[in-house]
């Protein structure tokens, strides 16, 4: 199975400041298609997860474009330029590449 | 707006049968894979299981093989996850989600399900 690993665990932030998560995967996520097998979601306190970045880079539809993702084979990062109020929850990563799918163990992010 | 409901969780004592059922509305159902989610109390979330559109293509965690069933009614928009022999180690709530990816890959879960709890406890 593929390990993804996330960091950190908790991130304060500040609002309008930038923010950023890592992951890193156990294989490379990089399909010979181009594509990179790895999703980004944030699950807001009480709610069901929602996806924000799939494919490594594109946003999900109705995403603010202050979320990016980006990385290489085994590196990914999810990048906030500039952090709202409604942010915060817990942020995961995910394979898609093959089965069984594979999240990271989540960042927390809350405001300072 | 795409939904998809999920319903079936509940209390069950270990070693009990359990079937999740997670109907969607307004899409075309075959076309898009469909994937189980689980978070235990407190903790992150865990792939359960995937159906790919047509149904023939099913994939599970290894903590869950031999022992839950995920199948799909596409004439009802219905998916479903047939759960026995379960252990206190499956409480937790469980989601339904779509892969926006197509019928037979399982990424980008762009919707997701209010979630079902299932609870197995003696």
């Known amino acids: 199975d593929i390990l993804m690993t996330q960091s950190p665990l908790s991130l304060p932030v500040t609002p309008g400041e930038p923010a950023s998560i890592s992951c890193r995967s156990s294989?490379?996520?990089?399909?010979?298609?181009?594509?990179?097998?790895v999703d980004w979601y944030l699950q807001k306190p009480g709610q069901s997860p929602q996806l924000l970045i799939y494919?490594?880079?594109y946003r999900a539809s109705g995403v603010p474009d202050r979320f990016s993702g980006s990385g290489s084979g085994t590196d990914f990062t999810l990048k906030i330029s500039r952090v709202e109020a409604e942010d915060v929850g817990v942020y995961y990563c995910?394979?898609?590449?093959?089965?069984?799918?594979?999240f990271g163990g989540g960042t927390k992010v809350e405001i300072k | 707006e795409v939904q998809l409901l999920e319903s079936g969780g509940d209390s069950v004592q270990p070693g009990g049968s359990l079937r999740l059922s997670c109907e969607a509305s307004t899409f075309t159902f075959s076309r898009n894979a469909m994937s189980w989610v689980r978070q235990a109390p407190g903790k992150g979330l865990e792939w359960v299981s995937g159906?790919?559109?047509?149904?023939?293509?099913?994939y599970y965690a290894d903590s869950v093989k031999g022992r839950f069933i995920i199948s799909r009614d596409n004439s009802k928009n219905t998916l479903y996850l047939q759960m026995n022999s379960l252990r206190a180690e499956d409480t937790a709530v469980y989601y339904c989600a779509k892969a926006s990816c197509g019928d037979t890959c399982f990424y980008g879960l762009g919707v997701w399900g209010q979630g079902t709890t299932v609870t197995v406890s003696s």
């Open positions: 294989q490379s996520l990089l399909h010979s298609n181009g594509y990179k097998y």
């Open positions: 159906i790919s559109g047509s149904g023939t293509g099913r």
């Open positions: 995910m394979q898609g590449l093959q089965t069984p799918l594979t």
């Open positions: 494919a490594g880079s």
